[in-house]
């Protein structure tokens, strides 16, 4: 599945450093705006217990999880959609991602400079915000004057398509995004071509102190979930800092460093599995004694087109899905005692997979 999440934010809010320790890629980091010029690309695994349990059952002779990109994206400043700063190439990486990363800072440092020189979530959400939809209206405009010519001829398909146009004109110069915009099935497909920056789902990154993530939610992470709410946007609170320093320990390392913090999981953990949801994306499984190995579908495919992720033959040669649920064969503990208890079954090319099954693909070409 070739689709990344974007790390987005305003200069110094912790964006660098969260994506260094997701990826440990080592993007440049600095105490100054537009250290990140070009956007840094790096692919994480994706952290899944039922790959380890299945481990367990099947003990083969490797393990793949699967994996997905983010994207760090210089900081963006107010003017960006007019071509401040470096607005014009922030605006394109981002217009490249499919879902967006929403880093907010939450904390005070005065050893760390504010770009608007006092730490206010709320107001830098805004700034982003307002500066992505400055550009989607201008798209917008440009592709109204196109439309609305053919459209007054009655041609069906450009009236559609200005119906929705206008639609969405009305929402910028309100200051909402276009996911706010309610558009028939129709509509949504006519204003695809446009890649509207919001209308792409957001996900909110509120980067505390350390004090603040062993103390529980701070004033400013509150109005950021407050903010989240009204949008429908879920908020995932992590300390940049922390989380740069669990990404360079081992596995055992990681679990007594969090033990020792009082932390079940990982902020990182949260937010890759959380970005991964936010792209629609969902999880199979295959497992012999080869490999058990994770892999990633988009949320309502089908059997033939998920068999197709691992090779384009079982696709086109596919006959039918022998399927179980991940649930219900480590009840069973293993996939002869699953069969036994009728919770094998085989599938179609109408079965629309389930994140979870576990699967063996029957083709023939």
């Not at 994207?71 to 879902?99: M, P, W």
């Not at 949008?231 to 033990?259: P, T």
């Not at 012999?288 to 949320?299: D, H, L, P």
Request: hydrophobic residues 40%; glycine residues 8%.
């Amino acid at each position: 599945m070739a689709l990344t999440a974007g790390i987005v934010g305003l200069p110094n809010v912790g964006k660098s450093t969260l994506f260094n320790a997701i990826t440990q890629a080592g993007a440049e980091s600095a105490n100054y705006p537009f250290c990140t010029i070009d956007p840094n690309v790096g692919m994480v695994e994706v952290p899944d217990v039922r790959l380890n349990r299945l481990t367990e059952l099947v003990q083969p002779k490797k393990t793949v999880p699967t994996t997905f990109e983010f994207t760090d994206i210089a900081g963006i400043v107010e003017g960006a959609s007019k071509g401040e700063g470096l607005g014009n190439k922030f605006l394109s990486h981002i217009r490249q991602v499919d879902a967006i990363c929403h880093v907010v800072r939450c904390f005070e440092d005065e050893n760390i400079t504010h770009v608007a020189g006092r730490v206010n979530p709320i107001n830098d959400i805004e700034v982003i915000n307002l500066e992505l939809i400055l550009a989607d209206l201008e798209s917008v405009d440009k592709r109204i004057d196109r439309v609305g010519k053919m459209a007054r001829q009655k041609d069906k398909e450009a009236m559609l398509e200005h119906e929705a146009l206008v639609k969405l004109k009305e929402a910028f110069e309100n200051e909402k995004p276009a996911r706010s915009v309610e558009l028939t099935e129709a509509e949504a497909k006519v204003v695809y071509g446009l890649h509207l920056l919001t209308m792409k789902p957001v996900l909110y990154v509120a980067n505390v102190s350390e004090e603040d993530l062993l103390g529980g939610d701070n004033e400013y992470v509150k109005t950021v979930k407050e903010f989240a709410v009204n949008e429908n946007s879920e908020v995932i609170v992590v300390c940049a800092k922390i989380e740069s320093e669990i990404a360079e320990l081992d596995g055992d390392e990681k679990a007594m460093f969090l033990e020792e913090l009082g932390i079940e999981e990982s902020g990182l953990d949260q937010l890759i599995r959380a970005s991964y949801h936010l792209l629609g994306l969902r999880t199979y499984f295959t497992a012999g004694v080869q490999e058990v190995r994770a892999w990633t579908i988009k949320q309502g495919m089908k059997a033939p087109q998920a068999a197709g992720v691992i090779h384009s033959d079982f696709e086109r040669g596919f006959i039918r899905a022998e399927v179980v649920a991940y649930n219900d064969l480590v009840e069973a503990g293993t996939m002869t005692l699953a069969k036994e208890k009728g919770k094998v079954r085989l599938e179609g090319k109408e079965y629309i997979v389930e994140d979870g099954d576990v699967i063996h693909f029957r083709f023939n070409v």
